[in-house]
T-cell receptor, first 113, second 110 residues
Framework: DADVTQTPRNRITKTGKRIMLECSQT?????MYWYRQDPGLGLQLIYY???????NKGEISDGYSVSRQAQAKFSLSLESAIPNQTALYFC????????????FGPGTRLTVT | DAKTTQPPSMDCAEGRAANLPCNHS???????VYWYRQIHSQGPQYIIH???NNETNEMASLIITEDRKSSTLILPHATLRDTAVYYC???????????FGSGTRLQVQP
């Protein structure tokens, strides 16, 4: 079984709808991240969490919110989806302690029409 | 993060070594160099990292110049499955996450 799982893997939604992307990990890591990737571009950091009580905004947090329900679960919400949020979304985990080794999930392809 | 510069694309023949360069001339003394790769639309994959000594693991070798201003990732026997975008990253120790640039697109040719 994969160490980092994301659901759904693909989603098509309409403008204005609320949508939640979920991430679960079995690696036992405290640190979790949400990234976004637009076609042909690198990854941009949306939010990150160093433990259940520590949530931080990344470079492009506007229009997004997150919830760290447990050490193993980190959810990303789009409160009112808009077409330019169409992208690939990746969740990642990291052991921390000064390491920047990150382990990524398979991604969620989100299309907002 | 310290700025890194990579060529946008490279080709390599299958079975040959792939040498991917990265310049990081503004790197500080305690900053590591990390390499990741992303195979078409999959989640990025951690490859290797190093500080100043050369490093090797089952995936690749990392050669860092003595002045630490550049490094080379070496895939010793490239296969078609190594076709991917390779990212060289120098994380800012003051930040708590990675910054992914545009990387090098490596195409392994049969």
């Amino acid at each position: 079984d994969a160490d980092v799982t994301q659901t759904p893997r693909n989603r098509i939604t309409k403008t204005g709808k609320r949508i939640m992307l979920e991430c679960s990990q079995t690696k036992g890591h405290d640190r979790m991240y949400w990234y976004r990737q637009d076609p042909g571009l690198g990854l941009q950091l949306i939010y990150y969490s160093f433990d259940v009580k520590d949530i931080n905004k990344g470079e492009i947090s506007d229009g997004y919110s997150v919830s760290r329900q447990a050490q193993a679960k980190f959810s990303l919400s789009l409160e009112s989806a808009i077409p330019n949020q169409t992208a690939l979304y990746f969740c990642a985990t990291s052991p921390g302690q000064g390491s920047y080794e990150q382990y990524f999930g398979p991604g969620t392809r989100l299309t907002v029409t | 993060d310290a700025k890194t510069t990579q060529p946008p694309s490279m080709d390599c023949a299958e079975g040959r070594a792939a040498n991917l360069p990265c310049n990081h001339s503004t790197i500080s003394g305690n900053e590591y160099v990390y390499w990741y790769r992303q195979i078409h639309s999959q989640g990025p994959q951690y490859i290797i990292h190093g500080l100043k000594n050369n490093e090797t693991n089952e995936m690749a070798s990392l050669i860092i110049t003595e002045d630490r201003k550049s490094s080379t990732l070496i895939l010793p026997h490239a296969t078609l499955r190594d076709t991917a975008v390779y990212y060289c990253i120098v994380p800012d120790t003051g930040r708590r996450a990675l910054t992914f640039g545009s990387g090098t697109r490596l195409q392994v040719q049969p």
